[in-house]
């Protein structure tokens, strides 16, 4: 039985400084013209997504992990540093939506039975491909084999949910439950606090440490994610424009979205129509993907591991992703959209999906050995 | 034949009176004469102001008929109305082809008359005569002390009016392509202020700065004196026209953002001025750059950039 560390590599070698400095004039160079034909505010999100990839690759920082080392290793450092980036980001997204209420919108969702399932779901398959929607896209970006197979199936996923979108909600959902100003505020930030304690209290000897790259991580992350919501005038997203992509890709051999209530929405339809340059959330994807190609390949050359897994262990990672991208956008949203930007921005559906996500997590970390994703135990 | 000579005189008296009436309602009209033209020739006052204005006080039997009851959807504010549209408002006002109309602004500013002449040259394109404009609108009214109504409008018959569009001032997209393009000849005269015209800024819904090829430009609030931003004077006129090289025999396309400032400037030129060849386009640089056909003046790439970074548009 084979397991994931079997796996073979060549020779990476890091590349000279003549070859990093012509690719940052390069990554510059794609910058100025998204600015030049879409405009400076979308090469300026290019920009915060490129930022993105850098920092959760840089940082080697990212959701799935943490959560994984405290259902298996009860070590919460990872949980609490996202917890903490979560509370700064809420501190300046509270003030400024409440200031900006027309201009910037939070991400707010309603919660419903799917999108607790979905998020349960989401929860269980981001462990069986170790990557939620950004750690995909950051494998994917840093020639991880796995997140690369996972990532089109994640779009068409994601693709397919929004297009069932309208049946799921209406199997029964809440109205829209939002936390605002001052007081939402302080409700937020208890409840960071009172997790972060929780997960405190139940760890194991030892595990607890705060290494200075999460901190970079936590600070960086932040930052980008309140200059996001300032630029683009909502907060970080990623699970929307991978959908979107497929649904131009439909539209482009001539299918037709008319009878999706979501695709065929004006705001959504107008966006399949329009350029791939001018969709935030697409931006900040291929700026994630990016980030985290430049990364890795700063670091060690273009060399990708070609992982020897078993037959079954690849199919586990096509239907998980297709999973994936379905169920997140049941969930509304991913990690991103809805956990971190979620509760930042006051959505009480972010609090949820947290729950249901880590409940699933817990389960899809137990179906692993039986996928043949790992040796069982 | 004494017989035939005596009704032949007395047709042509009773044919001179009316005329002669309707020749006193010229483009412009004065409040005394417009108090005058009351008790005769009796005109239909279109008030263009929005209802609350009107409601506050009015030209005593005014009618309200809004400016946005003229004007096109909000990607296209220029774009004339339907045919359909316009008779059902023209008959809702109870106005036939030889009804006389006055139009009636507020009289702020030379902006504010460009509404004035929008819907004078939409009444004047559907056929209705004799026009004119109050000059200095409501503003002047109520400064020459005239009596102002408030309270709702005057009942009204509807018309049985039906309108169709004639083509001596109109200049529709494939008119102007056919002059860029050469296949036709007339002056395109571009009414906006210098900085649209050199494509420094741009009117929110055009889908970029620039103005039309081959077109020159005379800022629409030439036409007014300094000290008197919202009267007409037509002596000004006459001589700014010929000082600026606007001869009688022109042809001449009036055209801006979305046909209101280039109103004022088809006002002045055809009504004012006497010039026979005036023609409006109405949907102007917002339908025209909306359409993806070729502009002038269009800033580069970099500058570009530089513009939507610095907020110029």
């Known amino acids: 039985m084979s397991t994931a560390s079997d796996i073979t590599t060549s020779e990476p070698t890091a590349p000279g400084v003549m070859s990093r400095a012509s690719m940052l004039v390069c990554v510059a160079a794609i910058v100025l013209v998204v600015a030049l034909f879409a405009g400076p505010r979308y090469g300026l999100l290019l920009l915060i997504g490129l930022g993105f990839g850098l920092a959760l690759e840089g940082f080697r920082f990212g959701f799935t992990g943490p959560w994984r080392r405290m259902i298996l290793a009860r070590d919460p450092s990872g949980l609490i540093a996202q917890l903490v980036c979560i509370g700064i980001v809420a501190m300046a997204a509270f003030p400024l939506l409440a200031a900006n209420g027309a201009e910037l919108k939070g991400a707010h969702a309603p919660i419903g039975m799917a999108m607790i399932g979905g998020a349960f779901v989401f929860g269980a398959c981001m462990q069986l491909v170790l990557g939620c929607g950004s750690g995909t896209l950051i494998n994917a970006g840093s020639g991880n084999a796995v997140g690369a197979v996972a990532l089109p199936f994640f779009a068409i996923g994601s693709f397919a949910g929004a297009y069932h979108l309208s049946w799921w909600t209406s199997l029964g959902s809440l109205p829209m439950m939002t936390l605002s100003g001052t007081d939402g505020l302080m ?24 290494p200075a790259r999460y901190v970079g991580a936590i600070v960086v992350l932040a930052g980008l994610a309140i200059l996001h919501l300032v630029v683009a005038g909502q907060p970080w997203g990623v699970v929307y424009g991978l959908g979107l992509w497929v649904a131009k890709g439909v539209v482009a051999v001539g299918g037709d979205l008319s009878g999706s209530t979501f695709w065929a929405a004006p705001a959504n339809a107008a966006q399949v129509e329009a350029s791939l340059l001018t969709d935030i959330t697409s931006l900040t994807d291929l700026g994630l993907i990016g980030g985290a190609a430049l990364v890795a390949w700063w670091r060690a050359g273009l060399a990708s591991p070609a992982g020897k897994l078993p037959a079954r262990a690849w199919l586990a990672v096509i239907v998980a992703g297709l999973v994936l991208g379905y169920s997140s956008r049941l969930a509304f949203g991913c990690n991103i959209g809805a956990f971190f930007s979620g509760i930042g921005t006051g959505s009480a559906h972010g609090w949820v999906w947290f ?3 880590f409940a699933g997590s817990w389960a899809g970390i137990r179906l692993r050995p039986y996928l043949g994703l790992e040796a069982r135990r | 034949m004494l017989m035939t000579l005596r009704a032949a005189c007395v047709a042509a008296a009773t044919a001179i009176v009316p005329a002669m009436a309707q020749a006193e309602l010229g483009p412009l009209v004065e409040p005394s004469d417009l108090r005058a033209a009351m008790t005769t020739t009796k005109p239909t006052v279109l008030d263009i102001r929005s209802e609350d204005a009107y409601n506050e006080g009015h030209v005593p039997g005014a009618l309200n008929a809004p400016y946005g009851l003229f004007r096109g959807p909000s990607d296209n504010p220029g774009q004339l109305v339907s045919v359909e549209h316009m008779t059902q408002v023209l008959r809702g006002l109870g106005i036939k082809a030889d009804t006389p109309v006055v139009v009636v602004h507020q009289g702020t500013d030379q902006t504010d008359f460009g509404g004035a002449a929008r819907v004078y040259w939409t009444l004047k394109t559907s056929g209705v005569r004799p ?13 020459a002390d005239q009596e102002v109504a408030t309270g709702p409008a ?18 529709t997209r494939q008119d102007v392509k056919a002059i860029v393009d050469g296949e036709d000849t007339a002056q395109l005269v571009d009414a906006r202020p210098e900085a649209f015209y050199e494509g420094r800024t741009k009117h929110g819904a055009a889908a970029q700065p620039g103005t039309l090829p081959q077109s020159r430009y005379f800022t629409h609030d030439r036409w007014f004196g300094g000290d008197e931003p919202a009267r007409i004077n037509p002596e000004l006129i006459r001589q700014l026209a010929s000082e600026n090289g606007f001869g009688q025999d022109d042809s001449l396309v009036s055209f801006c953002n979305t046909g209101h400032w280039a109103a004022t400037n088809w006002f002045a030129l055809s009504e004012v001025a006497g010039i026979e060849t005036v023609r409006l386009y109405p949907e102007s640089v917002v339908g025209w750059s909306n359409a993806g056909y070729d502009m002038a003046n269009v800033p580069g790439l970099f500058e570009n950039l530089y513009n939507k970074i610095f907020g110029r548009y």
């Open chain 2, 131 to 143: 026009l004119a404009i109050l000059n200095g609108g409501m503003n002047a009214w109520t400064a």
């Open chain 2, 154 to 171: 005057p009942e009204v018959t509807p018309s049985e009016i039906t309108v169709s569009y004639s083509d001596k001032w109109l200049a």
């Open chain 1, 355 to 357: 729950v249901a996500a």
């Open chain 1, 187 to 210: 409700v937020t930030l208890a409840g960071l606090v009172a997790l972060a304690g929780l997960a405190f209290l139940l760890r194991a000897k030892g595990t607890f440490h705060m």
